[in-house]
């Protein structure tokens, strides 16, 4: 039973557009969202978070929306770039659990120049 | 001067063997973790780890095993391998409440 999901396996979007990747949870426990980005042959990097008490994080071209009532929350990215594809993971956690990570099964966005 | 370092990147061994991965972090982290990727690509964690805890994924068959032998060190066992075991496992290491930091993955291949 995945807590959580990513239901869009990929993405395309064209270079300076806005790419919004979605994501989905159903453990109201989770306390803290994050997403990660992940090359081929490379370790998951850590990109943006959201503490479960905020609605929005920003970080440069980054940002992150979490509408806990709905259980969801989305990745911002504008400009879209071309060294911007990859995969990218949702993951949340709480934190009586070893700060262990639950990871959405990933959505590969490709931006085209 | 990689933060998250594993070893070996590839492995391929036959059924049955024993083998280790190693894992090393220089980040001065609490607790470090072992993450198993699978063929449809979900990132499942195996275990969490610090000086006073060990948390481990109720999924994960007892042949394998984390070994800690300090703080920055978290090795991973595993007994009497399975095809079934294929797949690319990370480490990572975290601070209490930080974000996880990733080892670059050793893609184990079982034949």
């Known amino acids: 039973d995945q807590q959580v999901k990513q239901n869009s396996p990929s993405l395309s979007v064209q270079e300076g557009r806005i790419s919004i990747l979605n994501c989905d949870y159903t453990n109201s426990m989770f306390d803290y969202f994050l997403w990660y980005k992940k090359y081929p042959a490379e370790g998951p990097t850590f990109l943006i978070s959201?503490?479960?008490?905020?609605d929005k994080n920003e970080d440069g071209r980054f940002t992150v929306f979490l509408n806990k009532s709905a259980k969801h929350l989305s990745l911002h990215i504008v400009p879209s770039q071309p060294g911007d594809s990859a995969v990218y993971f949702c993951a949340a956690r709480f934190n009586n659990a070893g700060n262990m990570l639950t990871f959405g099964g990933g959505t590969r966005l490709m931006v085209k120049p | 001067d990689t933060a998250v370092s594993q070893t070996p990147k590839y492995l391929v061994t036959q059924m049955g063997n024993d083998k280790s991965i190693k894992c090393e972090q220089n980040l001065g982290h609490d607790t470090m973790y072992w993450y198993k990727q699978d063929s449809k690509k979900f990132l499942k964690i195996m275990f969490s780890y610090n000086n006073k805890e060990l948390i481990i994924n109720e999924t994960v068959p007892n042949r394998f095993s984390p070994k800690s032998p300090d703080k920055a060190h978290l090795n991973l066992h595993i007994n009497s391998l399975e095809l079934g075991d294929s797949a690319v496992y990370f480490c990572?290491?975290?601070?209490?409440?930080?974000?996880?930091?990733f080892g670059q993955g050793t893609r184990l291949t079982v034949v």
């Open positions: 990572a290491s975290s601070d209490l409440g930080g974000s996880a930091f």
């Open positions: 959201i503490s479960s008490i905020k």
